[in-house]
C-alpha cells in the first residue's frame, strides 16, 4: 500500500487551558501504521488499523473543558464528537482505539473479544489520552470505529451521536419498563439528550412509561418538554422531601454531589449515574471511577447474583457471573445462603472468599499457560464482589490508587451485604441500599449504530435535537471562542466547531 502523507496546522491544547497552533504530519498508511510528527518532532507512532477522515466538524463537551485537569500529557489536539468524511461518504467516529476498534488483536484480548472493547486496557481514546482529535482538518481513526452515517441524517445531527450514544447507553444500561415513573434530575445538556433516548428507547421498544424532567430555570423546564419529558416537576416550588419515593428509576444528570443525595430520596428502586465530578460522595471515593468502569452497586440479595445489563441478554452467549469475590469480612452464615440458593436453582457459581491483597496478586499474576483466573469469566477479574461496607467497595474499584483496575469486571456488580446493625456503614448511601433495597447503575460511551438507528427511525426526534441543542457553530480558527462560549452554561448547550471548508 502506498505511503499516504498529510500536513496540517491545528490548534493545540495546554495544561493552562490556552490554544496555541502547531504543525502537524501523518505519515504512512492502514496496514503498516502511522508517524505523527508536531512542527517537525515526531510525537507517536500508530500501528496499523488506522485511516484518515477528514473531519467536517466536531463538538465541545465537558471533557474537552475539563481536559486539562485529566491525567494525560498536554499539549494535544483534543476533541472527540467528531463528524467527517471518508471516501465521500458521511461518518462518525466512535472514540476508543482498542484492538476490536483497530482490527487487530482482537482474538487475544479478553475485553475485546468478549465485547467489552470500551475498557479495553490498551486502549488510547481520540481527542484524550495520545491519539490527535477532532479539532483539526484531518484525524486518524480506528478502522473499525468509522462509522456511516445515512444520508437521511442531517448533517449537524450526526454531530450529536456520541453524547447521544452515552444517554442512550444509560438507558439501556436500567432498561425502564412499561409502568415505570422515570426522572431525569438536573437536565442540561446530558440531560436533555437522556430525555430524547428516554423517548426515542420508549418508542423504538414500544413501551409505555413515564419521563418527568426534575429542574430549577424555567427555560429549561420548558425545553425538557421539547426533549421528551412527560411532565416538569420546578424543583424551586418542590422539596425533595415532598417527592420521596415518587420514582422508580432517577437518572442523576447534576455531576454534584447533593445531586445524587437527592436522586437516592427520589428513586424507588434505580438511580443511574451519568455525571460525576471526582468528590467523594456519601462516603464512596471512587464513585467517579465506578462510572469509568460503569459498575453497578446494588443490595447483597441473592438474586442479585444474577445482575447484567438487560441490553446484553439477548445475545448470543450472554455474559454470566461465575465468579463472586467474598470480603472476609462478609458473615459465614450470609455466604453459606448465598451458596445454597446457588445450588437449589442449578446455578454455577464460585465464591472466592480472599482478602483483598491475595485477590488482587492473583489478578495481576495470571499464569503464563493462557488459563486465565478465575475461571470461566469472560476476563481477568471477578463477575461480581460481595462486601459489607463502602470503604470495601472502594477497595474493589481501585484497590491500587490511581491505576485504572478494578477486582470486578466492567459492567459487572458489587453487592453491599448488610453485616446486622451493630456494624452497619453509617452513609446515607448504604442505608438506601439496605433498607430501601436502591441500586445504583452507572454507564458512560454508547454504541454508535443503535443511537444512529434511532436518530434514522425518528426524524422529528432528531429535528428537535439540532434545533434545541445546538445553540452555536464557530470557525476552526475561532475555538478559543468557543470554548468561552461552551463554558457558560447560560449562553450555550451544545457548541460545535466546523473544520475548514478546504479539508
Not at 450470609?334 to 437449589?344: C, G, K, S, V
Not at 453485616?419 to 436502591?438: F, K, Q, V, Y
Not at 422529528?460 to 452555536?472: A, P, S
Request: with cysteine; charged share 25%.
Amino acid at each position: 500500500m502506498n505511503q499516504q502523507d498529510l500536513s496540517f496546522d491545528a490548534p493545540d491544547y495546554y495544561a493552562d487551558g490556552t490554544f496555541h497552533r502547531a504543525h502537524y504530519r501523518f505519515h504512512g498508511n492502514e496496514t503498516e501504521g502511522w508517524h505523527i510528527f508536531r512542527d517537525g518532532t515526531l510525537i507517536e507512532t500508530l500501528g496499523p488499523g488506522y485511516e484518515v477522515v477528514d473531519v467536517e466538524r466536531c463538538g465541545v463537551c465537558s471533557t474537552d473543558l475539563a481536559r486539562r485537569f485529566l491525567p494525560y500529557p498536554l499539549p494535544q489536539v483534543i476533541g472527540h464528537e467528531v463528524t467527517g468524511l471518508r471516501e465521500g461518504r458521511r461518518v462518525v467516529v466512535e472514540i476508543n482505539a482498542s484492538h476490536a476498534a483497530r482490527n487487530r488483536g482482537t482474538a487475544h484480548c479478553p475485553f475485546c473479544r468478549e465485547g467489552l472493547s470500551t475498557h479495553c486496557p490498551d486502549r488510547i481514546t481520540l481527542g484524550i489520552n495520545r491519539l490527535p482529535g477532532g479539532f483539526a482538518p484531518w484525524l486518524l481513526a480506528p478502522t473499525q470505529a468509522i462509522i456511516p452515517v445515512s444520508e437521511t441524517i442531517p448533517s449537524l445531527a450526526a454531530a450529536l451521536t456520541e453524547p447521544f450514544a452515552a444517554a442512550l447507553q444509560g438507558v439501556e444500561a436500567t432498561w425502564p419498563k412499561s409502568g415505570d415513573r422515570v426522572a431525569v434530575l438536573g437536565p442540561r445538556r446530558l440531560g436533555m439528550l437522556l430525555l430524547a433516548a428516554l423517548r426515542g428507547f420508549r418508542t423504538r421498544q414500544n413501551l409505555d412509561f413515564h419521563i418527568t424532567a426534575l429542574a430549577r430555570h424555567d427555560a429549561l423546564l420548558a425545553l425538557s418538554s421539547r426533549m421528551g419529558a412527560d411532565d416538569t416537576v420546578d424543583l424551586r416550588t418542590h422539596s425533595s422531601a415532598s417527592l420521596a419515593n415518587s420514582f422508580d428509576i432517577v437518572f442523576d444528570t447534576t455531576g454534584k454531589p447533593e445531586g445524587f443525595e437527592t436522586a437516592l430520596k427520589l428513586a424507588r428502586r434505580v438511580v443511574h449515574l451519568k455525571s460525576t465530578n471526582g468528590m467523594p460522595v456519601l462516603g464512596l471515593r471512587h464513585l467517579t471511577d465506578l462510572v469509568v468502569d460503569e459498575l453497578a452497586l446494588l443490595p447483597g440479595n441473592y438474586h442479585h447474583l444474577g445482575f447484567t445489563w438487560p441490553v446484553e441478554r439477548d445475545v448470543d452467549a450472554p455474559r454470566a457471573n461465575h465468579n463472586v469475590f467474598v470480603s472476609p469480612s462478609v458473615p459465614d452464615h450470609i455466604l453459606e445462603e448465598e451458596m445454597t440458593q446457588t445450588a437449589r436453582t442449578g446455578g454455577q457459581r464460585v465464591f472466592h472468599r480472599l482478602t483483598f491483597e491475595h485477590a488482587l496478586q492473583r489478578l495481576k499474576n495470571q499464569p503464563e499457560d493462557g488459563h486465565l483466573f478465575p475461571k470461566d469469566s469472560p476476563v481477568p477479574r471477578f463477575d461480581l464482589a460481595l462486601v459489607t461496607n463502602l470503604a470495601e467497595a472502594d477497595r474493589v474499584i481501585r484497590p491500587i490508587p490511581d491505576e485504572e483496575f478494578s477486582l470486578v469486571r466492567p459492567r459487572g456488580a458489587i453487592l453491599l451485604v448488610d453485616p446486622g446493625a451493630r456494624e452497619r456503614d453509617p452513609s446515607p448511601l448504604a442505608h438506601a441500599i439496605w433498607e430501601r433495597g436502591i441500586q445504583v447503575h452507572s454507564s458512560r460511551c454508547g454504541d454508535f449504530r443503535r443511537a444512529l438507528a434511532i436518530m434514522e427511525n425518528q426524524p422529528e426526534l432528531t429535528n428537535i435535537m439540532v434545533e434545541e441543542m445546538i445553540t452555536h457553530q464557530f470557525d476552526l480558527e475561532d475555538i478559543e471562542d468557543a470554548f468561552s462560549v461552551a463554558s457558560d452554561s447560560s449562553r450555550s448547550i451544545k457548541v460545535v466547531v466546523n473544520a475548514p471548508e478546504s479539508s
